[in-house]
């Protein structure tokens, strides 16, 4: 996971780029007037200097309701849009949004993540979301799931969601000119998948991912570790993150990356610049490790990781600041950068499954 020079080779990086950044202030550094939304450009800008910048994927957070930190902002696109309006507008970055299991039918939340891996050319991953509260069920006209009822949804749609992406062949589209079939309709699967509150028919109206299996990354919170390709602990201290992480290996997640929220030094001092942020808004508390200091000092906690985890998401508290000093002073020391062309998996080292159905009938035959 690590060498002897740097403690960093084989640690992936990942960016969250919602918004202005992580701190509820964060947008009154963006220079937009309050109530504007975060516009096309500097959402591209974003994810360029991320993909610029060396890291392996960016992340996009999102809720079933509108942003509600003083901002006048009524609402925003949600994230499976803004991957894949950038998606044509990379090559190399991984780009994984939030799609919430209890507010999204997870038929279309399986074809939106299909049709991103098509369209970043096999970049695509996938943070299960699990807003479930009161509020955001009612979006969809239900109530608020107990954390038991969630687990099972949170494991349901995944589960749904990998059939449906195995439920065409890898050659199930021939293009026979001479016959004029598109496809063989002897590749494609119906599911029958039955969950605790829906049920699939399918098969997907996608083909088959590039990838296979487009990327799951799971809140440790959701304990989804043998199903997610990536876990994400948010834990506040090493020792805590350590332990979750053997627990998610142990369970058999291939990857586990820690959630860390960052101020650094840039022209103001870090911890100056967070007390005019917690002067402006309050910061919620969120159980990650947080830290405010010097790229110096932030490559020496991402050392002390590297012996635990597999990668870090890192929350900037605001993006326009704070990322620039990333990519100046904190990605050229950890390396790694992603290969032009190459899929999120390749990227994570993670293979490309074979598809279930395809793998069953070789074996039968």
Do not use: C
């Not at 279309?108 to 299909?114: F, K, P």
Request: net charge negative.
């Amino acid at each position: 996971m690590t060498d002897r020079r740097t403690g960093l080779s084989g640690l992936h990086l990942a960016l969250e780029a919602d918004g202005d950044g992580a701190h509820p202030a964060a947008w009154r550094h963006s220079g937009r007037p309050p109530g504007a939304v975060l516009t096309s450009g500097a959402l591209r800008d974003v994810v360029a200097g991320a993909e610029d910048a060396g890291f392996a994927l960016v992340t996009f957070a999102d809720s079933p309701l509108p942003p509600d930190a003083g901002t006048g902002v009524a609402g925003r696109i949600d994230a499976g849009t803004r991957a894949a309006y950038v998606a044509p507008l990379t090559d190399r970055i991984g780009l994984a949004p939030t799609l919430h299991v209890a507010t999204t039918e997870p038929f279309h939340l399986a074809t939106q993540l299909a049709s991103l891996d098509h369209a970043s050319h096999g970049r695509a991953g996938w943070v299960v979301g699990a807003a479930a509260g009161e509020d955001e069920l009612a979006t969809v006209g239900g109530a608020k799931l107990p954390a038991a009822a969630l687990a099972r949804e949170a494991a349901d749609v995944i589960d749904a969601a990998r059939a449906l992406w195995d439920s065409w062949d890898d050659d199930a589209v021939i293009k026979d000119v001479a016959t004029g079939r598109f496809l063989d309709s002897r590749r494609v699967h119906h599911i029958d998948f039955e969950g605790a509150s829906f049920t699939v028919k399918g098969p997907l109206i996608t083909p088959r991912p590039p990838q296979g299996q487009v990327v799951v990354l799971a809140p440790d919170t959701l304990a989804a570790d043998a199903r997610a390709d990536i876990v994400l602990v948010g834990r506040p201290d090493l020792a805590a993150i350590a332990a979750r992480s053997r627990a998610a290996k142990e369970a058999g997640a291939p990857l586990v990356f820690a959630e860390v929220e960052v101020v650094l030094d840039a022209a103001v001092p870090a911890a100056d610049r967070l007390a005019e942020l917690d002067g402006a808004a309050a910061r919620p508390e969120s159980g990650r490790l947080r830290h405010t200091g010097s790229p110096e000092s932030l490559l020496e906690l991402l050392r002390e990781l590297a012996d635990s985890v597999d990668g870090v998401r890192l929350h900037p508290a605001v993006l326009a600041v704070d990322l620039p000093v990333l990519a100046r002073q904190v990605l050229p020391k950890v390396g790694g950068a992603p290969r032009a062309g190459g899929t999120l998996r390749e990227t994570l080292g993670l293979p490309r499954p074979a598809g279930r159905f395809a793998a069953a009938a070789a074996t039968n035959a």
